[in-house]
């Protein structure tokens, strides 16, 4: 079995033209993972449809409290995590919701979002090394 880890997207175009696929270290790979987990709505997943997590099924629901929201979220993704995400142990989540504005000036539209932070934090079950990944996403464009 090969110890090499692909970088994600997969360029097919390399393999169809001869070349190996990009490669990644271990903390990229566990990374874009994460990326993977956290962008695939439950069920997206042909083969798995427990693969991913619940913040595209939040994204449209009326927050009614903003902790009971991001503990919701926060739950799914981290039972995604440690379920999808063997190289890590002690996982950490933060969740941080917030809602940013945009106004266009030009054309007198605001455009409200809400802005969530996710921390991850951990260790590499292969060296026991800190792990630490963090994103933001912007969901549900409000406009008046």
Known sequence: MSNLLYSKPFKLKSIFSNHDLDTSNLGESISQNLELIIFTRYGEHRHNPDFGCEIWDLD????????????????????????????????????????VEKIFSGIKIAEVKKKVEIYISGRVNLTGEKYLFNTTLYLSPLCS
Do not use: A, D, N
Not at 71 to 88: A, D, G, H, N, V
């Open 60 to 99: 449209f629901e009326l927050v009614i409290s903003e902790r009971i929201w991001e503990e919701k979220f926060r739950q799914s993704l981290l039972k995604s995590i440690t379920t999808y995400e063997p190289r890590l142990y002690q996982v950490g989540l933060e969740i941080k919701m917030t809602e």
